[in-house]
């Protein structure tokens, strides 16, 4: 993989330049940011920094966590120790539910940030790790299109490794999928 500083750059270029027209080879106006797990600390700082830019130069930027969308639909229905309780019975049953749940929270706080920028900015997608083992993002991407459409854009902030066949692999435990982004590796 390239270093960080170097991907950094392209997606402010990007951003700044070139986001009404990141959806012409793709179909959709996504990147995905691939970072090795290790330089987690590094990235969000290079994120920050990236949105302070943005906003300065008068782009919108809106910024969505996964940390949380996991447990956000039990927490809002009272329903999380009932949630924990379950994961030691019902484990696989429970799984699928999660999954389906966490899936919907985020397609939704990602089409809320959507009409919060009405039509014009960027949405930084955070902390996808914490989505694992219960949701690829892929579906989630897909739920997205024709909803978040240039001159948006969304990128996604990906910790990963890439093995030697090129195949990026999700905290490098697991092939990520296929994406219809740009992948900035």
Do not use: W
């Not at 950094?8 to 970072?35: I, K, S």
């Not at 130069?57 to 009272?78: D, L, M, N, P, Q």
């Not at 900015?121 to 902390?127: A, E, K, N, P, S």
């Amino acid at each position: 993989m390239r270093p960080l500083p170097e991907k950094f750059e392209e997606l402010e270029e990007l951003l700044l330049h070139h986001r009404a027209t990141l959806a012409q080879n793709t179909g959709v106006p996504f990147v995905r940011l691939v970072y090795r797990p290790e330089e987690e600390v590094d990235c969000r700082r290079r994120r920050e920094l990236l949105e302070k830019v943005l906003k300065q130069k008068g782009t919108a930027v809106e910024r969505i966590s996964c940390r949380e969308v996991i447990f956000t639909h039990y927490e809002r229905h009272g329903r999380l120790d009932q949630l924990f309780e379950l994961e030691r019975t019902e484990r696989d049953r429970l799984s699928a539910s999660i999954a389906k749940r966490a899936r919907q929270e985020l397609v939704n706080q990602l089409l809320a940030a959507a009409d919060r920028l009405k039509g014009d900015g960027v949405i930084f997608l955070v902390d996808a790790a914490f989505v694992y083992p219960y949701l690829r993002l892929a579906p989630v991407l897909d739920d997205c299109i024709n909803r978040i459409t240039p001159p948006m854009a969304l990128v996604i902030f990906y910790p990963a490794e890439v093995d030697v066949d090129g195949q990026v692999l999700f905290l490098g435990v697991r092939p990520s999928g296929y994406y219809r982004t740009r992948d900035l590796t």
